[in-house]
C-alpha cells in the first residue's frame, strides 16, 4: 500500500475543505466566491506575476517603469480588456516552459484580431545580453509564450529576446521600428559616423502565423559613408539590424517586410502559405542577408526592390504568382532553387540583372529561360545549375572580382559569405565566425606567385568546398608620381585637378581610375567635393599594374550661404522677361559667370530656383509631380534604345517627379524626354551635366523662386 506524503495529504484535505464550503454556501443560498484573477492597471506594483493569482487582467496601459522589472512566471495567463496594453520601459521576463506556457490574449470570449493593444518595448528599455557564444544571459526577454488577439509586439529601437513563442491573430506578429528609419547617409571624408547603434534584436524559433502581417522591420542599424569615385565606403562596423532565424512564418496576409533600414538577417525560416509576398524588401532598405529559407506556397516567394541584398540557399517554389520579383539588379543572387512556380520563377523588372548560378527546375537552358518574364532589360540566368541545391551545407565563400597581377606588397581580397560563418585562407582564420556577409582581407604578397586557398567554417566545425586564388607580384618600376594643380579652398562642389604625368599612365584618385592608361602627359578631373575637408590621393598606374608613389592633398570646401546668393540676385534681376522665361521652362541653367551656379527653371510660374547639395531636398518637394511606377516605365532612360511613351515623355518634359511608391525617390525629365533618377549621391554631377550654360544678364531676365 502506497502512502501518500504528509504534505501532499495536507493539500488535499484543504482542497476538499474547499469544496465542502462551497458547496455548503450554495446549500444555504450565500454567492460562491470564485476568483475572477487579479486585476491590474497604472503601473506595475508587483515584481513578480504568480500562478497563484492568475489570470491577471490588465485594463488601460500597463507601464513597467525605468527602473523596474516584471517578471511573470510559467502557466500564467495575462487577459486584456479592450485596447489595452504593457508598455515596457524598464525589463520584462516573461518566461514560460515548453509545456506550461504564459499566455497573453483577450479577456472576451469571442475575441478578434487587434482586440488589445499589445506588448511594447520602449526606446530606452533593458535590452537582451548575449555571450560571445549567443546564448542568452540577461535582459527583457519573452519566451514559451502565446501571443494572440492584439496589435502585436512592438520593439521601439529596443532588443528583447523572443524565442519559441506562438504569435497569431494579431494585426502586426511582431513590429521592429525606430526613430532613424532609413539606412545610413553621405558624411564627409574624416568625419565620424553619428549613427547610433542600436543592440541586435534575435527573434529565434518563434511560430508566427495567421496575422495581418508576421513581421515589419522599420528600423536601422545602418552605417554611415563616404562617397568616392571607387563607390560608398562605409563607416565603422556594418551591425545587424534584426536577426530572424529558425522561425515558422505562415498564413499571413505578408511573412516578412523590411520596409526602411538595412542590415538584417533573415535565416533558415519556413515563409510559407502568406497571402502576399513571403519576404518583402522594399527600397528603403539596404545590404540585407536572405538565406537558407522555405519561401513557398506564397503569392510571390521574394521581392526585392532594395539594393545590395544577399540572396543565398533559398528555395522559393510552389508559389501562386512568382518565385523571385526583382526591381533592382544590384544585389547577389546565387545558389537558390527557384521553381514550380504557377505564373514565372522569375519576374524582372530591374533591367540589367545577374542571376547565374541558381537551380530553375530544369537542367535545360531553354526551359529554365520558359520561366522567365523579362519586362525589363536583360535578365541573365546562365550559367544556370543543374540539379537542385542543399540548403543546409555551407557554400563555397563567392570571391569578388581581385587584381590578379599587382606590383603592390598587399592585395585586398573580398567577397560574400553566409551568415554564422569564418572565413579561412591558408589555413588560418582571418574573419572570425559573424552574421555578416560580406568580407575583406588584406593578402600579404611575395615576389612572384601567390595562391589563397579561401573557404568558410561554422561554430560546429563543418568547412564549406574552397575557392582559390592566384596573384603574381611583380617587381615594382619606378613610375613619376604625377603633379597636381589645384585649389585648395573653395565654396563650389566639384573643382577641376590637373596635373602631368608619364606617357603611357592613368590616374587613379582615391582608388578609382578616373583618367584612362594614354599617352599624354598632362591629365584633368573634375572631382567631386563634400562640405569641409576633402582628403583626396591621387597616383599614376601602367597597363602593367605598376604605379607610382601616392600624392596626398587636401581641398576645403566652404559653405555656400544659398540665401546669400538668392538675395543678391534678388536685387540684380530688375526687368522679368516672360517670354525668355516661359522658352527656358524645365531646363537647369548653369550660371557661368558665378562660380557654375545651377539654377531650375519650374514650369508653372517659369521662376528660377537655386538649386544646392543641402536644399534639394526641399526643392524637390514643392516643385515635383507625383507619378506612378507603372508609367515612370514608361519613360526610357538614355542608351537604352526604348521609345517609351512619347506623348507622356513629351508632356513632362523638364518635370521633377516624385516616385510616390518607391520611397519617395527624384527623377527628372530632360528636354529630349529622358528620364534621370535622382540621389543625393549623382545629384549634382547630374544636374551639371545637363545645364545649359548661360549668361549673367540673360539669367537676370527670370525672376527668383523661393521654397519657403
Not at 510552389?318 to 505564373?343: A, H, R, V
Not at 608613389?549 to 540665401?563: L, P, S
Amino acid at each position: 500500500m502506497r502512502h501518500r506524503p504528509f504534505s501532499s495529504y495536507k493539500n488535499h484535505m484543504k482542497k476538499q475543505l474547499i469544496i465542502f464550503l462551497a458547496l455548503a454556501m450554495v446549500f444555504v443560498g450565500l454567492p460562491v466566491n470564485v476568483r475572477a484573477g487579479t486585476a491590474v492597471s497604472g503601473t506595475v506594483t508587483s515584481p513578480v506575476w504568480t500562478l497563484d493569482f492568475s489570470p491577471y487582467i490588465v485594463s488601460g496601459t500597463l507601464e513597467v517603469s525605468t527602473g523596474a522589472k516584471l517578471t511573470i512566471e510559467p502557466g500564467v495567463a495575462v487577459r486584456f480588456q479592450k485596447d489595452a496594453k504593457i508598455l515596457v520601459k524598464g525589463e520584462l521576463q516573461a518566461v514560460g516552459e515548453p509545456d506550461n506556457k504564459i499566455t497573453f490574449t483577450s479577456d472576451e470570449s469571442s475575441p478578434t484580431r487587434g482586440y488589445w493593444g499589445g506588448i511594447e518595448f520602449a526606446s530606452g528599455s533593458v535590452d537582451a545580453n548575449f555571450s560571445s557564444s549567443g546564448n542568452y544571459l540577461n535582459g527583457s526577454i519573452i519566451k514559451n509564450a502565446v501571443i494572440k488577439y492584439s496589435q502585436g509586439i512592438v520593439a521601439d529601437d529596443s532588443s528583447p529576446y523572443l524565442a519559441d513563442n506562438l504569435i497569431l491573430n494579431n494585426n502586426i506578429g511582431l513590429e521592429i521600428k525606430g526613430e532613424g528609419a532609413g539606412a545610413g547617409q553621405q558624411i564627409l571624408l574624416g568625419q565620424a559616423s553619428n549613427k547610433s547603434e542600436i543592440a541586435t534584436i534575435i527573434v529565434d524559433n518563434n511560430e508566427i502565423t495567421d496575422n495581418g502581417l508576421g513581421v515589419l522591420i522599420n528600423r536601422s542599424n545602418g552605417n554611415d559613408y563616404v562617397l568616392t569615385p571607387a563607390g560608398r565606403v562605409y563607416q565603422g562596423s556594418r551591425q545587424v539590424t534584426a536577426k530572424l532565424i529558425n522561425n515558422d512564418i505562415q498564413s499571413n496576409g505578408q511573412g516578412v517586410v523590411v520596409s526602411q533600414g538595412d542590415n538584417n538577417v533573415i535565416s533558415k525560416n519556413n515563409i510559407r502559405h502568406n497571402l502576399a509576398e513571403g519576404v518583402l524588401l522594399n527600397a528603403g532598405s539596404l545590404n540585407n542577408a536572405v538565406e537558407r529559407n522555405y519561401l513557398d506556397n506564397n503569392e510571390t516567394g521574394l521581392k526585392i526592390s532594395s539594393s545590395q541584398a544577399k540572396i543565398l540557399q533559398n528555395e522559393a517554389a510552389n508559389n501562386s504568382k512568382y518565385g523571385l520579383y526583382l526591381d533592382t539588379g544590384d544585389n547577389t543572387i546565387k545558389n537558390n532553387n527557384i521553381y514550380s512556380n504557377k505564373e514565372a520563377n522569375l519576374y524582372n523588372n530591374a533591367g540589367s540583372a545577374d542571376l547565374s548560378d541558381n537551380y530553375w527546375g530544369t537542367a535545360s537552358v531553354s526551359q529554365a529561360q520558359a520561366g522567365v518574364v523579362d519586362k525589363s532589360g536583360a535578365a541573365d540566368i546562365t550559367p544556370i545549375t543543374p540539379s537542385v541545391i542543399s540548403l543546409t551545407e555551407l557554400l563555397a565563400p563567392i570571391i569578388d572580382d581581385y587584381i590578379n597581377s599587382t606590383t603592390s606588397s598587399v592585395q585586398t581580397v573580398s567577397g560574400v559569405k553566409t551568415t554564422g560563418t569564418a572565413v579561412i585562407i591558408n589555413g588560418s582564420q582571418v574573419i572570425p565566425v559573424n552574421d555578416r556577409v560580406e568580407w575583406e582581407h588584406n593578402l600579404n604578397l611575395v615576389i612572384g606567385d601567390n595562391q589563397g586557398t579561401i573557404y568558410l567554417q561554422d561554430n560546429d566545425g563543418n568547412n564549406s568546398p574552397s575557392v582559390t586564388v592566384n596573384i603574381v607580384r611583380e617587381e615594382i618600376v619606378v613610375i613619376d608620381e604625377p603633379t597636381v594643380d589645384y585649389q585648395a579652398n573653395t565654396s563650389k562642389g566639384s573643382q577641376i585637378i590637373s596635373g602631368t604625368k608619364e606617357a603611357g599612365t592613368g590616374i587613379w584618385v582615391n582608388n578609382g581610375q578616373v583618367v584612362d592608361i594614354n599617352q599624354q602627359t598632362t591629365w584633368s578631373y573634375n572631382m567631386g567635393l563634400a562640405k569641409g575637408e576633402n582628403k583626396i590621393s591621387i597616383f599614376a598606374q601602367d597597363s602593367q599594374g605598376r604605379r607610382s608613389q601616392t600624392v596626398g592633398i587636401a581641398i576645403t570646401r566652404g559653405e555656400v550661404d544659398a540665401q546669400a546668393v538668392i538675395d543678391q540676385e534678388k536685387s540684380l534681376t530688375t526687368t522679368v522677361d516672360q517670354k525668355l522665361s516661359k522658352r527656358l521652362a524645365g531646363r537647369l541653367l548653369l550660371q557661368v559667370e558665378e562660380a557654375g551656379q545651377i539654377w531650375y527653371v519650374d514650369t508653372k510660374e517659369y521662376k528660377r530656383y537655386f538649386v544646392t547639395f543641402d536644399g534639394a531636398l526641399s526643392l524637390f518637394r514643392k516643385l515635383s509631380l507625383g507619378i506612378s511606377e507603372e508609367n515612370l516605365t514608361k519613360i526610357p532612360t538614355k542608351g537604352k534604345g526604348q521609345a517609351g511613351d512619347k506623348a507622356l515623355r513629351e508632356r513632362l518634359k523638364g518635370k521633377l517627379l516624385l516616385r510616390v511608391e518607391s520611397a519617395g525617390q527624384i527623377s527628372y525629365v530632360d528636354l529630349d524626354g529622358y528620364r534621370h533618377d535622382i540621389s543625393m549621391s549623382n545629384l549634382m554631377d547630374i544636374f551639371r551635366s545637363l545645364s545649359l550654360g548661360i549668361s549673367n544678364n540673360d539669367i537676370r531676365k527670370i525672376a527668383i523662386g523661393e521654397t519657403e
